[in-house]
């Protein structure tokens, strides 16, 4: 199976800015997770989200949003960006199985510098 | 609250030599324990998760719930074992909703 897919890889933008990521997980993964990868607070849980529903949210500002479409694809959405949002933003994928923690897959991620 | 602390930012062994890195975790409900590795430009895998209790390229690591740590170790460590390692927890029973917490990680270097 083709592994978890994101793009783009890396995105310049400026201040104020609002940018969108994609994350293609791996067929027939339900779950996709999205973390913030920086230096000084290492890997951050952004939100889960499991058929087209956020079920997890972890302690970011309501500048980032996401959604999951049908097929489960998702995207992440950060407005207003800052300077302290230039971080890698990984997806991960998983089975979404009932019952107990799958294992994620993780993508390569997006490479997001803010100027 | 979960909270995962990997105390050694940077390890160091010459090849062939025992390796631990060490992983402990707070949580006061029943974790569930991953370590994932990230090899040089590759992208962060799964090397093992403590329900497994697998070995994998020759890695372990138990669970030891009264100590609330979950170190990794290998007995003769190999040059291609030269990585970032992450440790990771997150709730038993899938009530985390696929959140994983990681803790800063350990680079390791094995030396010739």
């Known amino acids: 199976k083709a592994g978890v897919t994101q793009t783009p890889r890396y995105l310049i933008k400026t201040r104020g800015q609002q940018v969108t990521l994609s994350c293609s997980p791996i067929?027939?993964?339900?779950?996709v997770s999205w973390y913030q990868q920086t230096p000084g607070q290492g890997l951050q849980f952004l939100f889960e989200?499991?058929?087209?529903?956020?079920?997890n949210k972890g302690n970011f500002p309501g500048r980032f949003s996401g959604r999951q479409f049908s097929n489960s694809r998702s995207e992440m959405n950060v407005s207003t960006l800052e300077l302290g949002d230039s971080a890698l933003y990984l997806c991960?994928?998983?089975?979404?199985?009932?019952?107990?923690?799958?294992?994620?897959?993780f993508g390569p991620g997006t490479r997001l510098t803010v100027l | 609250a979960q909270r995962v602390t990997q105390p050694e930012k940077l390890l160091s062994v010459f090849k062939g030599a025992p390796v631990e890195l060490k992983c402990n975790y707070s949580?006061?409900?029943?974790?569930?324990l991953f370590w994932y590795v990230q090899y040089s430009r590759q992208r962060l895998q799964l090397l093992l998760r403590?329900?497994s209790r697998e070995s994998i390229k020759g890695f372990t690591a138990d669970l030891n719930k009264g100590e609330t740590s979950f170190h990794l170790k290998k007995p003769f460590a190999q040059e291609e074992d030269s990585a970032m390692y992450y440790c990771?927890?997150?709730?038993?029973?899938?009530?985390?909703?696929?959140?994983?917490?990681f803790g800063q990680g350990t680079i390791l270097t094995v030396h010739p």
């Open positions: 991960a994928s998983s089975p979404g199985l009932a019952g107990g923690p799958d294992t994620q897959y």
């Open positions: 067929s027939g993964h339900r779950s």
């Open positions: 990771a927890l997150t709730a038993a029973g899938g009530t985390s909703y696929g959140k994983l917490t």
């Open positions: 989200y499991f058929s087209e529903t956020q079920r």
């Open positions: 403590h329900i």
């Open positions: 949580y006061s409900g029943s974790p569930e």
